[in-house]
């Protein structure tokens, strides 16, 4: 099982928006000597949705090549067509991945029996294990606990990131599929709570500018030392609510270029930090000790 700090990584680009290669496997390598528990290439904060198929295989391939078996790596796959999933999942299992992220398909909105089905089709579809992906917030579907609970134990099926927010409902998805697959934290801010309560990890945004400090923070949540896990996460408190300052990854590809680890490229329609958000960005990483 794929447990701990699990970084939603950025994908690096130049000003131009190319792919920066380079700077991609120095971030791989950065996060592997910095503890990271496992790496998510082109996620929701990979910018997943302005790649082309491509470049979408391209990344995940380069990273699983860096990680060289060193940590898990689990794609991004995800679409609101379902053969598109299904198409992309099998190239990520073709490019070496361990595992596979798929959001609940966006936009068209789908009913919970479409959201079962989906999910359903992939599972069978592609032999690698799936980690399902709710966040209601960014895709405008909300897949409810009830849905989990009618996919878990599905062949293929091992877990769920809960992108809610929402510690009450977590606990209760907990209690419904914890003996069937894993539950992980989509939210840096509630996420050692949710791990407290019996998640197995945090897929962290927050991860990408403070790995060390984040892994720690699920180590000390996955022993059940809850003080520890309070403490070593209040410095972050600031990261975890100003990374969202504007659409993520907006503000996290902002603060590692400040950190000289990235180039502020980003795709249209995202755009690169407001000038008026910079300072409380930075204020942020200082507080984390950055």
């Known amino acids: 099982m794929i447990t701990g700090s699990l970084v939603a990584l950025v ?4 000003m131009n928006g190319d ?12 996060h592997i000597e910095q503890g990271t528990h496992g790496i998510v290439a082109v996620g929701t904060t990979g910018e997943s949705a302005t790649l082309d198929v491509d470049e979408h295989c391209a990344v995940i391939k380069c990273v699983v090549e860096t990680v ?3 940590v898990p790596v689990i794609a991004g796959t995800g679409a609101n067509s379902t053969r598109e999933a299904i198409e992309l999942t099998k190239l990520a299992k073709e490019a070496g991945a361990d595992a596979c992220l798929l959001v609940t398909p966006y936009y068209n909105k789908p009913t ?9 089709a992939i599972a069978e579809a592609v032999a690698i294990p799936q980690i399902l992906y709710n966040v209601p917030g960014r895709t405008g579907v909300d897949m409810s606990n009830a849905t989990v609970a009618r996919l878990a134990g ?10 809610t927010g929402n510690l009450e409902r977590g606990k209760e998805l907990i209690e419904l599929v914890a003996d069937k697959m894993a539950v992980y934290s989509g939210d840096d801010a509630t996420a050692y709570q949710l791990i407290l309560m019996g998640a197995k990890g945090n897929i962290s945004v927050t991860a990408n500018v403070a790995p060390k400090a984040m892994s720690a923070v699920c180590e000390a949540a996955l022993a059940g030392n809850a003080p520890l896990a309070q403490n070593l996460n209040q410095p972050l408190e600031a990261l975890h609510k100003d990374l969202f300052i ?15 680890r990235i180039a502020q490229g980003i795709r249209l329609p995202l755009t690169v930090l407001a000038s008026s958000c910079h300072d409380i960005v930075r204020l942020a990483l ?4 950055i």
């Open 286 to 289: 200082k507080k984390a000790g």
């Open 246 to 260: 504007e659409s993520n990854p907006i503000p996290v590809k902002w603060a590692l270029s400040e950190m000289g």
């Open 154 to 163: 599905t062949p293929n099926i091992v877990g769920i990131k809960d992108a």
């Open 68 to 70: 060289n078996k060193r």
């Open 11 to 14: 994908t690096p680009m130049q």
């Open 19 to 30: 792919i920066d290669w380079p700077a991609l496997k120095s971030l791989v390598e950065w």
């Open 112 to 120: 919970q029996e479409g959201l079962y089905q989906h999910h359903k």
